[in-house]
């Protein structure tokens, strides 16, 4: 019977084994690797004690150093000039620039993470995502709300990568730019950031000759007041939280997002085609209940509305309400709007009201206006909070509410199942 090897004679043997790969290959399965695993096999042997830095991925944290100063002085060494290997993919988690005052427009690029990103453009960079935590320690989370977070500045040589196919920004500030170019750029999220005026963010937009999708969250930045997006190639859009007016060119879009808590409106210039897929998010105002806030709701709906003349399938999807009134469906009867949006008229015909239903009058007013307005609706899906049942009165109720299509189906399924 053949003796079994003990078990680091086994492991030095498939080292070995490894090591025999070249160095290309060996650092594409480091890249299969978290950074800090891939720092970890430098200790193999003095061949290994660099390979990681030639590894073309980098994830960063900054939760994983004890001081800055470490921090900084790893992404130097990775970032380092004298590196001849390209960079697919780089995602930085780092804390504010402390010390730096965006409100006063003071030092914004006097950053550490401002020449990493300038040498992953030059080793054309593939993915980029860059996220500063609100929640560091010397950040106040009521300071980052009210625009006073610090900010990290990217460098101008993003705006002309032509390698970058994905970039993910989350709270850094990007500098106005005359001149845009991203040609593989498919994928764009700016969320919670400084963004640039104007005609600088339409210009980054339209210049992704073939960009896909747009994620546009929170912008801190008070000077744009109108949000145009222009693209010839656009297939997915999500704003949320932009207190702006959006304006959308995008005849290609399969997919939108919208936030219709939003105190500015929407308009699309170009015909979309029916089969966009239409998400609305509601604010927890929905389960106001006076009679001025169920009317300034529902005008604030249509509103997000009347600029999309065609949608076949809508998602409305918010957090609803527990604790509320009684419903009184005939006491709302008064409550009209003089108009009705176009989709409700001539292509909405499916309605997922994904919101946890109770008896809340916001959010059954709503279901209402939907059910008596929409000319071809085919069918209604609604989603019952945990303490409600189909034996409910509340949904005796809605099912007795006069619809303004004949052919519509009135679906229930429970909170969070479908």
């Not at 025999?20 to 695993?37: A, F, G, M, N, S």
Request: hydrophobic share 40%.
């Amino acid at each position: 019977m053949a003796r079994r090897r003990k078990p680091e004679v086994w492991l030095n043997n498939e080292l070995d084994r490894i090591s025999e790969l070249p160095d290309p290959l060996i650092c594409r399965v480091l890249y299969h690797l978290p950074t800090k695993d891939a720092v970890r096999t430098s200790v193999l042997s003095t061949r290994w004690r660099t390979l990681w830095l030639w590894v073309p991925r980098l994830g960063l944290n900054y939760r994983v150093f004890q001081k800055k100063d470490a921090l900084v002085n790893f992404g130097d060494r990775f970032f380092d000039s004298d590196r001849v290997s390209s960079i697919d993919k780089v995602e930085l988690d780092v804390e504010s620039n402390k010390g730096v005052d965006s409100n006063k427009g003071v030092d914004y690029y006097n950053s550490y993470v401002t020449p990493w990103i300038d040498a992953a453009v030059k080793r054309k960079i593939q993915h980029l995502d860059v996220r500063t935590d609100p929640d560091s320690p010397h950040i106040p989370k009521f300071c980052y709300r009210r625009f006073r977070a610090y900010f990290h500045g990217m460098p101008l040589s993003l705006y002309v990568c032509e390698t970058l196919v994905s970039l993910k920004l989350d709270g850094v500030f990007l500098r106005d730019s005359e001149f845009i170019s991203l040609p593989s750029l498919r994928i764009l999220h700016l969320i919670s950031m400084m963004n640039p005026n104007e005609a600088t963010f339409e210009r980054l937009i339209s210049s992704c000759p073939v960009l896909e999708e747009l994620e546009v969250d929170s912008s801190l930045n008070d000077d744009v007041k109108v949000f145009r997006v222009i693209s010839r190639s656009l297939k997915r859009l999500s704003v949320q939280e932009c207190m702006s007016e959006v304006v959308i060119d995008a005849p290609r879009l399969g997919f939108l997002s919208i936030d219709s808590s939003l105190s500015g409106s929407y308009m699309i210039t170009n015909t979309m085609d029916t089969n966009v897929k239409f998400v609305i998010r509601l604010g927890t105002y929905f389960g106001d209940f006076d009679e001025t806030s169920i009317l300034s709701n529902r005008k604030r709906f249509c509103n997000c509305l009347s600029g999309i003349s065609k949608v076949r399938d809508m998602t409305i999807l918010g957090v609803g309400l527990m604790e509320c009134d009684e419903l009184q469906l005939e006491d709302m009867d008064e409550i009209n709007i003089p108009y009705v949006p176009q989709c409700l008229l001539s292509s909405l015909e499916f309605v997922d009201f994904n919101v946890p239903l109770s008896s809340v009058v916001g959010e059954m007013n709503m279901v209402r206006y939907i059910l008596e307005n929409s000319a071809i609706l085919k069918k209604l899906t609604l989603h019952l909070h945990k303490d409600c049942s189909t034996n409910d009165e509340m949904v005796k109720k809605l099912l007795k509410i006069p619809r303004g299509s004949t052919k519509c189906e009135v679906v229930f399924f429970d909170w969070g199942k479908k």
